[in-house]
């Protein structure tokens, strides 16, 4: 029969794939970063909650970017989000939309307080080679065993600053496209991911870039409900290879619908 197969997480690095938490089941990752640069030393985590196999609902934490103090700094701050996933057929293999929003920060400068808040709307949409996910990890299928999986996209990206004792305020949403790939051959166990998302800093007198972010790397499937993704992460604001930063993610799936099968029957 071979080994079971793996229970795949519903995000890449950051960008939604094409399949979303089972039922009731939960979907747990802690995050963070090596040799990071800029003040960048983020440790996140989240929790996402399948919803009738076609929603979830995701509590945990975003990342936000300022230089109002001259130098990058990121924070993690906790946010919230709930994305929608409809299956569609064969080759194309479904589309979502996706919010996100995060919580409130607050930084002193000058005497001026500001406060920083970041929300992110996306449609994707998820191709394969590949017909039907239970030959996503059989042995044929593809590209002579070789499988590919894209989500493609636009994000809406809509950061908000206001201050107090001055006049300054700062908002300005943008759409962009982004999107992920995954790459394997054969079995499962280990495929390489990229993605290109999108972030913004907040600057001093209500300034906001624009930050795209690549990232590439790895994903490893230690279980069936164990996965580990290395990545190396570039953003537009860095400056060469020194700056790059290495992340890792871990995510759990907890089959918390077999506790209710037990406890309210099917």
């Keep these: 029969m071979g080994a079971p197969r793996p229970i795949e997480p519903s995000y890449l690095f950051t960008v939604p794939a094409g399949r979303v938490v089972r039922s009731m089941d939960l979907d747990v990752a802690a995050s963070g ?40 700094q990121v924070q993690v701050v906790p946010a919230g989000g709930l994305r929608v996933y409809l299956p569609v057929w064969r080759y194309w293999q479904g589309v979502s939309a996706s919010f996100r929003r995060s919580g409130t920060i607050e930084e002193q400068v000058g005497g001026v307080s500001y406060q920083e808040k970041v929300g992110h709307f996306s449609l994707t949409a998820t191709l394969a080679n590949f017909p039907s996910s239970d030959e996503g990890s059989a042995a044929v299928g593809g590209w002579e065993g070789i499988k590919v999986k894209a989500h493609l996209g636009l994000i809406y990206v809509d950061p908000n600053m206001q201050s107090t004792g001055q006049e300054i ?27 290109l998302a999108w972030n913004a800093d907040f600057g001093p007198q209500g300034r906001i870039e624009k930050i795209a972010t690549v990232t590439g790397g790895v994903r490893f499937f230690f279980s069936k409900h164990v996965t580990a993704d290395i990545g190396v992460k570039h953003q537009s604001d860095y400056h060469g290879l020194s700056e790059l930063v290495m992340q890792f993610k871990v995510r759990m799936a907890v089959p918390t619908h077999l506790l209710r099968e037990r406890v309210v029957g099917r």
């Design 33 to 72: 970063v090596f040799f990071s640069a800029g003040g960048e030393k983020p440790v996140g985590g989240a929790v996402v909650l399948g919803l009738g196999d076609i929603a979830e609902l995701e509590l945990g934490s975003l990342a936000l970017s300022s230089s109002l103090q001259g130098t990058r």
């Design 169 to 195: 305020s700062g908002q300005e949403g943008f759409w962009r496209p982004y999107g992920g790939l995954e790459l394997w051959r054969r079995d499962s166990r280990a495929r390489v991911m990229a993605e």
